[in-house]
T-cell receptor
Framework: DGGITQSPKYLFRKEGQNVTLSCEQN?????MYWYRQDPGQGLRLIYY???????QKGDIAEGYSVSREKKESFPLTVTSAQKNPTAFYLC???????????FGDGTRLSIL | GDSVTQMEGPVTLSEEAFLTINCTYT??????LFWYVQYPGEGLQLLLK???ADDKGSNKGFEATYRKETTSFHLEKGSVQVSDSAVYFC??????????WGAGTKLIIKP
């Protein structure tokens, strides 16, 4: 079945460590997104990519980095510069500008 | 700038009660509007959408009508079930094609 796969489901990070969250889609979607979700808040856009080898910062890009080397993959790295990384991270993709976004099941990141 | 405002939760109802979750928006033009649902520990799923004024989106017994005059897109369901317990997000598609999200409304249905 087509869909978006995020891994791992749970991730723990030590202070000062970079971690990478995986997002893979087999929907042949051009656009991909990373959101951060904190308790009681809506989704905040971290980065998005409309096409391979191109990406743009969202509203809260500081302390994060991404790459888009393949259409299917859009990994997110949470760097040590992100001082409050504990959150639920959601990846999404979309096929066209008038199509809705489809979401993965999320990765919950916690600090040890 | 564009924004979405949802009623604060949690909303607690008994099974078979009528549900309304309010959503109002501020935007230039006539954006597409969406309701997404998030079940515990999962990602978001599109519930319904409307792309122009007076459109009614519907799915799984839920409905929402795009009201241009009141800039609203309230979510309704005639008879809720325990399985409807989730967080519901209202969103609009901005002119740059990004989604602007409401804060989410947690719905709790008691048997």
């Amino acid at each position: 079945d087509g869909g978006i796969t995020q891994s791992p489901k749970y991730l723990f990070r030590k202070e000062g460590q970079n971690v990478t969250l995986s997002c893979e889609q087999n929907l042949n979607h051009d656009a991909m997104y990373w959101y951060r979700q904190d308790p009681g808040q809506g989704l905040r856009l971290i980065y998005y990519s409309q096409i391979v080898n191109d990406f743009q910062k969202g509203d809260i890009a500081e302390g994060y980095s991404v790459s888009r080397e393949k259409k299917e993959s859009f990994p997110l790295t949470v760097t040590s510069a992100q001082k409050n990384p504990t959150a639920f991270y959601l990846c999404a993709s979309r096929s066209g500008t008038n199509q809705p976004q489809h979401f993965g099941d999320g990765t919950r990141l916690s600090i040890l | 700038g564009d924004s979405v405002t949802q009623m604060e939760g949690p909303v607690t109802l008994s099974e078979e009660a009528f549900l309304t979750i309010n959503c109002t928006y501020t935007a230039t033009g006539y954006p597409s509007l969406f309701w997404y649902v998030q079940y515990p520990g999962e990602g978001l799923q599109l519930l319904l959408k409307a792309t122009k004024a007076d459109d009614k989106g519907s799915n799984k017994g839920f409905e929402a009508t795009y009201r241009k005059e009141t800039t609203s897109f309230h979510l309704e369901k005639g008879s809720v079930q325990v399985s409807d317990s989730a967080v519901y997000f209202c969103a609009l598609k901005a002119s740059n094609y990004q989604l602007i999200w409401g804060a989410g409304t947690k719905l709790i249905i008691k048997p």
